[in-house]
């Protein structure tokens, strides 16, 4: 079995272990993308992947969900364009899970990973949007669904 050292302990390939995902912050085995915060805790566990290769800094992150209220104006619109602009760099580059936005309540939930929640005031900062805002930001204990389940297994 391959590590890697990453400066949160040492990770360690567990790929043939199972059809396990990762272990949550109380260390249930399952399919939560949100891994451990304890530092005892350094197993990732994937179904015939190898992750040697997966960028340190992700192990250092943490799932915030960001739940925003807007008032949609002329000067809101206008800048809506520049906005996803920078949601989508945010997308391609992994810092946001998922972006949702209800034009009937006014409301926005963002899913990203960041370090604190310092950094994730920093990031929010960023959208030409953001003078718009209120906000507030919650630190995810787990976060499951089906995009975090392997794939249903059909024999041609």
Known sequence: MGEQDCGVGNIRNVSSVGLEHHVDN????????????????????TPGATFLHLDCHLLEMQKYQVTIQFEITDDFMDLVPEHRTYINLLINNTTIDHYAVSMETQRSWITLN???????????????????????????????????????????
């Open 26 to 45: 109380v260390r249930v085995t399952g399919s939560s993308p949100v891994r451990s915060t304890l530092p005892s805790n350094n197993f990732l566990f």
């Open 114 to 156: 960041a370090a604190s929640k310092k950094e994730v005031e920093k990031i929010l900062k960023k959208s030409p949007l953001f003078k718009f805002w209120t906000f507030e930001i919650d630190e995810l204990f787990v976060l499951d669904g089906q995009h975090y389940r392997l794939p249903e297994v059909n024999p041609n």
